[in-house]
C-alpha cells in the first residue's frame, strides 16, 4: 500500500508565492507519474501540472509562467512552487501518484488528501 502526505498550503496575499509538497511512502517500486490537481467549491477537480519519471512536465495554460513541478527521486517527493498567485487560485490542491509496487506487473493510482491554499488580501 501507498500513503501520499501533502503538505505547504496555506494563506497568502496576491502576488506572493507558496511551496507544495507531496511525499509517498509505503510499498513503492517505482513512480511513472506525479502530479497536482485543483478543486475550488463547486467545481470539478483540474490538472495544475504533470511531471513524469523522465522529468517531462505538462501545465495547464493558467498556471504557465508562474508554477513549476518538480520531484526529487531519492526522497519519493514532488513539489509545486507556485510564485505570482492570484485569487483565482484559490483551491484545495491534492496530490497524484501513479505508483508499480513490489509484486506487481503494473502501475496504481493514489490520491493526497489535499491542502487548501487561500490567495486574498
Known amino acids: 500500500q501507498v500513503q501520499l502526505v501533502e503538505s505547504g498550503g496555506g494563506l497568502v496575499q496576491p502576488g506572493g508565492s507558496l511551496r507544495l509538497s507531496c511525499a509517498a511512502s509505503?510499498?513503492?517500486?517505482?513512480?511513472?507519474?506525479m502530479g497536482w490537481y485543483r478543486q475550488a467549491p463547486g467545481k470539478q477537480r483540474d490538472l495544475v501540472a504533470t511531471?513524469?519519471?523522465?522529468?517531462?512536465?505538462n501545465y495547464a495554460d493558467s498556471v504557465k509562467g508562474r508554477f513549476t513541478i518538480s520531484r526529487d527521486n531519492a526522497k519519493n517527493t514532488m513539489y509545486l512552487q507556485m510564485n505570482s498567485l492570484k485569487p483565482e487560485d484559490t483551491a484545495v490542491y491534492y496530490c497524484k501518484v501513479i505508483v508499480r509496487s513490489v509484486g506487481d506487473r503494473f502501475s496504481r493510482q493514489y490520491w493526497g488528501q489535499g491542502t487548501q491554499v487561500t490567495v486574498s488580501s
Open positions: 511531471i513524469a519519471s523522465g522529468d517531462t512536465t
Open positions: 509505503g510499498n513503492i517500486f517505482s513512480i511513472a507519474q
